[in-house]
């Protein structure tokens, strides 16, 4: 049995027409399924191809269990030919899961025959759920004249659209705002943002300002650089932080963690696998990305496959219709209250 993984890729700047491409790296072979003109530019959808070395087992939902390991071969190979394409290019590029973001090649009737008895790959997209901070207009341009430079750091870590250049970016605000370096910022970040309503933990902060820090900026640590795909599930807490870092440290470019109350959110993004925790009454906008159920890629909703090779078995993926959890949101009178579940 082989395991197929989908992805789309997409440039900026674009090429003048979409075109295919191929690629083998040991096992895996990565080839061009098609390619169309979406109103942005050309994309590509591609897919990985790779031998399992046994038959998958089943979760507790009949669902098959692909193997992580072979998974994470094909999604390296697919990352790698989009690299390298971006590189020819001289474009940033863009990788994303269209639907169905996985399928299974059956090569003898037996492993079809399992296959067609399970309940299928699982089709329910991870959810990335975190709220627009809703700052007001007002307080950002009459309260914040010793911090000006706060402000323009967090516009310039907001304009980032990837996610290691953001989190980057926003680490620079954090070492304004304390006068050291991200090395050595950590016990004060940690001090400021744990006195606070929003919910921060110590071994979060350290996460951030640690390890991810560290490689994330430098690429010759081990166990080597980390990734946008890595960064993603954290960044909006980050960015949270951050607004909460510039708006209520009470003293500006100094090592000091006393805190003032200019500004306290009235919905608070979770961490990974969190509950996201709004205000009774407020009208926040909630934000909702899509990922494919192995949390690596964002879905592309453009990117459903409406025929596909004879030989793929995608069992439910295959209709092209998602599976969502409804998730429960803690509902506060203010923060700090204990609140109640709701769906």
């Known amino acids: 049995m082989r395991l197929v993984r989908t992805a789309v890729l997409s440039f900026t700047p674009s ?38 070395k046994a038959l998958p087992g089943l979760d507790a939902n009949g ?27 001289g ?45 007001p207009l007002e307080t950002l341009l009459s309260t914040l004249e010793d911090r000006r430079d706060g402000v323009a750091l967090l516009a310039e870590a907001l304009a980032q659209q990837h996610p290691t250049g953001r989190f980057n970016d926003l680490m620079r605000v954090f070492e304004r705002a304390f006068a050291k370096n991200a090395a050595h910022v950590g016990s004060l970040l940690c001090d400021f943002l744990c006195s606070g309503p929003v919910g921060f933990q110590r071994d979060e902060i350290d996460g951030w300002v640690g390890d991810l ?5 430098h690429a010759n640590r ?78 592309d909703l453009t990117g459903k496959l409406d025929s596909l090779p004879d030989e793929w078995w995608t069992g439910s993926q295959g209709t092209g219709q998602l599976s969502l959890a409804v998730h429960s949101i803690e509902v506060r009178r203010a923060l700090g209250d204990p609140g109640e579940s709701q769906a």
């Open 63 to 89: 669902y098959v269990d692909l193997p992580r390991v072979e998974r994470e071969t094909a999604e390296w190979a697919l990352t790698t030919i989009c690299d390298a394409l971006a590189v020819h290019l």
């Open 91 to 135: 474009a940033a590029r863009t990788i994303s899961s269209p639907i169905p973001w996985a399928a299974l090649i059956p090569d003898s009737s037996e492993e079809r025959a399992f296959l067609n008895a399970s309940t299928g790959i699982d089709p329910s997209p991870k959810e990335a759920m975190s709220f627009a901070p809703g700052v």
């Open 213 to 217: 820090r560290n490689r994330a900026v």
């Open 15 to 52: 090429w003048r027409e979409p075109r295919g491409w191929k690629a083998k790296y040991g096992e895996v072979e990565v080839d061009t399924l098609y390619s169309w003109r979406h109103e942005t530019g050309p994309r590509d959808l591609i897919f990985a191809t790779i031998p399992l």
């Open 222 to 299: 081990k166990p080597g650089p980390v990734f946008g795909r890595t960064i993603r599930p954290l960044l909006r807490r980050v960015e949270l932080a951050a607004y909460d870092t510039l708006l209520n440290k009470s003293v500006w470019h100094a090592k000091s963690s006393q805190r003032r109350s200019l500004w306290v959110p009235t919905a608070i993004t979770p961490p990974p696998g969190g509950r996201p925790v709004v205000q009774v009454g407020s009208r926040d906008t909630m934000e909702c990305q899509l990922l494919d159920s192995f949390g690596v890629f964002p879905l």
